[in-house]
């Protein structure tokens, strides 16, 4: 990999930044700035020791530094430069760090990069081990590939969307966890992570196209195998997983709230019937009754109102940690104070120096090197110069390019 003067500069200051011990540690990434999943994707990178230098649009960058951080969670771990990569200027300046580094990532349409400049070739004749990761949600080809969207778009075009919701209702669109963050930048820091792996060996860069629909369909690639196979149906509601079964399912407590059950094993299952008082219903009765699927309305409404009769709580406090496969369904303040999240550390300040704020730590958790969560940069271009001149640019270079406005 390569090592920076960036890196060991950083590496040697005190600050917050200089505590690198991931698996990762020793990579440099060059994030051209995107939004929302390219964020994600260099976050998950940098929370695992990667150094990642963003290059935010000079039009961004502030006249007058503001007083306080104001970027979120998925812009931690980083620091920023401003450039105008309108300019020819501009461009070089990006050129010559993607010389020095060994990732390059970015999230525009094909084809926009290579009118930049920075595109691919370009930056592979400049760095041949490098590795340039593109994130879009059509892809690199193919029909929709210059169309706009957004995740709900694309996770509409896998068949997810129209999978989840209720029996005889509309599609819910699923927040935008399947495109955005999983099926995009986690897919991008994945394929990343195995280009990284691979150019140790053979020394040649490459290029990962990490699209958002072929990143749902890898997840979604089990219920398509399920519906080849009949054992999924076009109609929300009625399938296994879908909110059709009596066992894997969320009811309504006593109080208005929600609890999850999801026991499919058989002992499993039993645990639940017994706890519930539904062992000897005849409804339940039988060795495959479980798994027919004429009688899971009529079991639903059971549980039903079984789950109707005490409050989530007192659910909880008879099921919660059995082997029951039960859970509370928790609101986002609920699931921050968990005692199970609590106890894992899971949760961390957003802004360490002022304990404030919150976001979730570092994972996956490594056992020799863990990654770490390290504050990001206090505004677009905050570190433009620390950047430059960590990677060789002269005090008078960077003071022309400033002035020509390729940088800011």
Sequence with gaps: MTQSRFVSEINDSPSPRSVVNGPLSGVTVLELAGIGALPFGAMMLADMGADVIRVDRAAEVPLEPPAQRGRSALDRGRLSIGVDLKTKTGVETVLRLVEQVDVLVESNRPGVAERLGVGPDVCLARNPRLVYGRLTGWGQDGPLAQAA????????????????????????????????????????????????????????????????????MAIMGIYYSMANGGMWTEQRGTNLFDGGSHFYNVYETADGRYVSVAPVEPQ??????????????????????????????????????????????EWCALLEGTDTCFAPVLTLGEAQTHPHTVARSTLVPLDPETGQGIQVTAVPRFSRTPGSVRPGSHHPGADTDEVLSAHGFSHDEIASLRSSGAIR
């Design 149 to 216: 969207g957004h995740d709900l778009n694309y996770v509409s075009l896998t068949g997810a969307v129209h999978s989840i919701g209720p029996a005889g209702g509309a599609p819910v669109p699923p927040l935008q966890i399947l495109g955005d963050f999983a099926g995009g930048g986690m897919l991008l820091a994945y394929g990343v992570a195995c280009a990284l792996v691979e150019v140790s060996r053979s020394g040649r860069g490459q290029v990962v196209d990490a699209a958002m629909v072929d990143g749902v």
């Design 268 to 313: 499993f299952y039993a645990l639940l019937l017994e706890a519930t008082g539904l062992e000897s219903d005849p409804d339940f009765t039988g060795a495959a009754s479980q798994w027919d699927r004429a009688r899971w309305p009529v079991m639903r409404a059971k549980l039903a109102a079984v789950f109707a009769t005490r409050t989530r709580d």
